[in-house]
Nanobody, 115 residues
Framework: QVQLVESGGGSVQAGGSLRLSCAAS????????MGWFRQAPGKQRELVAT???????NYADSVKGRFAISRNNAENTVYLQMSSLKPEDTAVYFC?????????WGQGTQVTVRS
């Protein structure tokens, strides 16, 4: 059984930073591409960043230069370092593990950026 548990969300002033973590358990992680998505109220879920098993990263244009995704395969954990946060970054952030037949999702963690 695959389980993804996010942590690190919270409320921060604009310009501040937060670091999200996603701990993975089960028969998934080191060989899988991992990603962070977010969903703001009334909006569709959108891709924030992905990282391959080899460490190749990809970012949404809206977060390039401000967010950094990384992973620690030994600890089955993927991170999202968020800096220079803006009110429009406010959303529930979800961790995703890309599987061969299905994708796996965490329960989400709330990030609120105050102006």
């Amino acid at each position: 059984q695959v389980q993804l548990v996010e942590s690190g969300g919270g409320s921060v002033q604009a310009g501040g930073s937060l670091r999200l973590s996603c701990a993975a358990s089960g028969s998934i992680f080191s060989g899988n591409r991992m990603g962070w998505f977010r969903q703001a109220p009334g909006k569709q879920r959108e891709l924030v960043a992905t990282i391959t098993s080899g460490g190749i990263t990809n970012y949404a244009d809206s977060v390039k230069g401000r967010f950094a995704i990384s992973r620690n395969n030994a600890e089955n954990t993927v991170y999202l370092q968020m800096s220079s946060l803006k009110p429009e970054d406010t959303a529930v952030y979800f961790c995703c593990a890309y599987g061969s037949k299905a994708n796996y999702w965490g329960q989400g963690t709330q990030v609120t950026v105050r102006s």
